[in-house]
């Protein structure tokens, strides 16, 4: 088993940064892919970022390409969101989701989920 837990999240200005943090414990021996994913009301949970096991290998939604960035300390098995130049529309709660093997932009495909937090960008 894996625990995931988010933190980082809060209100901002369009235009502003936020760097979100998940922290991992339990069985985090096992390679294990990360991402991130948000759900705004209404709306599918949808991929946001994913990122390798070693951090080699990255990918993100159009959406957000060349704005947000994520990236792994496996030391201290953590994975980070940073967020940068916010919109109105990047409102949305944000989870962290691990599974084993490659990153997928699919929710479905991951094992273990954290509890979220929640992003709000005012205009």
């Known amino acids: 088993q894996v625990q995931l837990v988010e933190s980082g999240g809060g209100l901002v200005q369009a235009g502003g940064s936020l760097r979100l943090s998940c922290a991992a414990s339990?069985?985090?021996?096992?390679?294990?892919?990360m991402a991130w994913f948000r759900q705004a009301p209404g709306r599918d949970r949808e991929f946001v970022a994913g990122?390798?096991?070693?951090?080699?290998?990255?990918g993100s939604a159009d959406a957000v390409k060349g704005r947000f960035a994520i990236s792994r300390d496996n030391a201290k098995n953590t994975v980070y969101l940073q967020m940068n130049n916010l919109k109105p529309e990047d409102t949305a709660a944000y989870y962290c989701?691990?599974?084993?093997?490659?990153?997928?932009?699919?929710?479905?495909?991951?094992?273990?989920w954290g509890q979220g937090t929640q992003v709000t960008v005012s205009s």
């Open positions: 989701a691990a599974k084993v093997g490659y990153y997928s932009g699919s929710s479905g495909n991951y094992q273990y």
């Open positions: 339990g069985r985090t021996s096992s390679n294990y892919a």
């Open positions: 990122i390798s096991w070693s951090g080699g290998s990255t």
